[in-house]
């Protein structure tokens, strides 16, 4: 399943990457870290199939990254923010990425917290950082109204990108299907809401008409038992449609707490006992808990990561006087189906992220760096100490959060691998 080849593409990024970083540091990164892990395949038995599926955490742009990317020729761009994760986006199958905020288009102008409103360029920076399934239920979805909500969908759509958890009709599925490696993955997304005013449901407060009720996959977590049928309808329509796998992204808890509430710790062992396999959970801001739930009746086992944090946003110590803002996850998991049998969780993997914000005359420069292959890397790398410093306790707030429920031995217990990215791509190099 896995060659050990450095394709084109990832060649021409390092070339291009080392050029682009002047203004954040100098960064001087190594001609290639990592190599498309699908591509290994050959050294496997061909009647096996893998699938690997990645998430990262929330999407944000607040006003000083608008600022930031606003070029002199008053244009958007956020690809340098991408730049750093790009291999490790392009690697997995499937690439997953929570979209908080909406494409309501320049008419409406540009805005961040508390409601926001993107240029239409950062799906294009999303779409060429290698992600290719755009989650676009969340707390900020419905910021502009319907017409942002639905226009978002034709902004993504545009630029190839497939998106779950909103959509435009009654008659849409709310889940899609995708085949990786002979294997079929059913995905879906679901938001909670800010309770309900008139019967009618809210998002952060703003009431959604009866109309458009269905555009949202949400639930009440006020009251998250009634909404349980209609998941369950769900993840049956998603076995119908003869997926192997099923996954649920989860916009849920507490922001900035680092354990999970009892609301999502309920919904968790509710699409546990449904037979969801896989939950990545976003939302709180800061990385928290996973774990691995096994339902005594039924047997099924689900890996759940219960928040990836911030993927990229302007929140960190300087600004929430609270370092964990500054992390976040990509977390993927290895799927196999052997030849006769049923698909098997192999192996979670994951890569803690910070992300690195330097002042460049009167704005800032972001971009998203995996911690543990720069960390490695060091040597060959240009930040200053502070910067290597604010790494080096990032990923030891990540290790720490992620263990707090012991995920590690449930995990060998139930012969499931737990691995740093960089080791299990190695691991298959090897075979």
Partial sequence: MFSY??????????????????????????PSIFEPLEETAVRQSTDTAHATISSVGDIMVHQTQLN???????????????DAMRPLLQTPAISIANLETVFGGSSLGFKA??????????????????????????????????????????????????????????????????????????????????G??????????????????????????????NDLPRIKRTIHSMRADSADVIVFIMHWGKEYEPLPNEVQVFMANQLNAYGVDVIFGSHPHVVQPFDLMRNDST???????????????????????NYATEDGLLVGVEFIKPPHAEVQLKSVF??????????????????????????????????????????????????????????????????????????LLNKHRQR
């Avoid at 309900?196 to 998250?224: E, M, Q, R, W």
């Avoid at 990561?305 to 300087?318: C, L, P, T, V």
């Fill in 299 to 321: 047997g099924n086992e689900t890996f759940v990561a219960y928040s990836m944090g911030n993927f990229i946003s302007n929140q960190r110590y300087e600004t929430m006087q």
């Fill in 68 to 82: 930031a990317q606003l070029s002199s020729e008053n244009t958007y761009d956020f690809n340098n923010n991408f």
């Fill in 113 to 194: 917290y508390p409601r926001f409103n993107t240029p239409d360029v950062l799906a294009n920076a999303i779409d060429s950082a290698g992600i290719n399934l755009v989650t676009t239920t969340n707390n900020h979805c419905y910021d502009q109204g319907t017409p942002a909500l639905l226009r978002t969908l034709d902004v993504l759509n545009e630029r190839g990108l497939e998106s779950v958890g909103t959509q435009k009709k009654s008659t849409d599925k709310n889940y899609v299907i995708r085949e990786a490696k002979g294997i079929r993955i059913g995905i879906t997304a679901y938001t909670y809401e800010s």
């Fill in 5 to 30: 080849s450095i394709t084109p593409y990832i060649t021409l990024f390092w070339t291009i990457l080392v050029s682009s970083f002047y203004c954040l540091g100098q960064i001087e990164v190594p």
């Fill in 350 to 423: 994951y890569e803690p992220t910070w992300v690195n914000r330097v002042k460049s005359g009167d704005r800032y420069q972001y971009e998203i760096l995996p911690v543990n292959e720069y960390l490695k890397r060091r040597d060959t790398i240009t930040l200053s100490p502070q910067q290597w410093e604010r790494i080096e306790q990032s990923k030891k707030r990540t290790n720490t959060a992620i263990q707090k429920l012991n995920v590690q031995k449930k995990l060998q217990n139930a012969s499931i691998q737990f691995y740093e990215y960089g080791d």
């Fill in 196 to 225: 309900k005013k008139d019967s009618l449901k809210t998002i952060n407060g703003l009431v959604v008409p009866k109309d458009y009720a269905h555009c949202i996959n949400s639930f009440d977590p006020y009251s998250p038992k």
